[in-house]
C-alpha cells in the first residue's frame, strides 16, 4: 500500500524530532529560518518517495530539495530506515550528469511530483527559470 500524502508529512515530522539536528542543519544549508525547515524536509521525503515509485529512470531534485537532501543524509541511520520502509530500497545520491540531462530528469521529477502531490511549492520547486534551478544530483 503506497503511503498517503498524510503519512509522508508525519514521517517528515517524525523524522525531525528522532533526529533535530536536522533543524540545524537544513536551516544553515538553505539559509532560512527554523520554521522553514519542516517544509523542507516534507519536500526531500516526497522527492525520496517519488524516487523510490519510478520507473520511468532517475530524476533530480530542485536545488533547495537536494541541499536539504544533503543533510538528511548525513543522518546515516535514519536516512537507511526512511529509504526501507518509505521506498523499499535505499534511494542512493549520485552527484553529476550533465546540465542537460539535469534539467530533462527534474522536469521529470515535476510531471511526477504533480501527477502524485499536485501543484509544488514554488519555494522548494521552482518551475520558470529551471536551468538555473535543478540540483547536480540524481537518484539511482
Known amino acids: 500500500m503506497l503511503p498517503s500524502t498524510k503519512t509522508l508529512t508525519e514521517t517528515a515530522d517524525q523524522l525531525l524530532y528522532e533526529n533535530p539536528i536536522l533543524i540545524e542543519k537544513i536551516s544553515n544549508a538553505l539559509e532560512c529560518g527554523a520554521d522553514a525547515v519542516p517544509s523542507a524536509l516534507q519536500e526531500v521525503v516526497r522527492f525520496l ?23 538528511f543524509i548525513l543522518c546515516t541511520k535514519a536516512y537507511c530506515a526512511f529509504c526501507k520502509a518509505i521506498c523499499g530500497r535505499y534511494i542512493h545520491h549520485q552527484p553529476g550528469g550533465s546540465n542537460a540531462e539535469n534539467r530533462r530528469q527534474y522536469k521529470e521529477t515535476i510531471t511526477q511530483y504533480e501527477r502524485q502531490f499536485g501543484t509544488p511549492d514554488p519555494n522548494f520547486w ?13 537518484t539511482i
Not at 523510490?52 to 530524476?59: A, F, H, Q, R
Not at 521552482?126 to 540524481?138: D, L, N, V
Request: charged share 20%; net charge negative; hydrophobic share 30%.
Open 126 to 138: 521552482p518551475t520558470s527559470g529551471m536551468q538555473e534551478k535543478c540540483g547536480a544530483c540524481e
Open 49 to 71: 518517495y517519488l524516487a523510490g515509485t519510478n520507473d520511468s529512470g532517475m530524476l533530480t531534485p530542485s536545488h533547495r530539495v537536494d541541499l536539504a537532501w544533503h543533510e
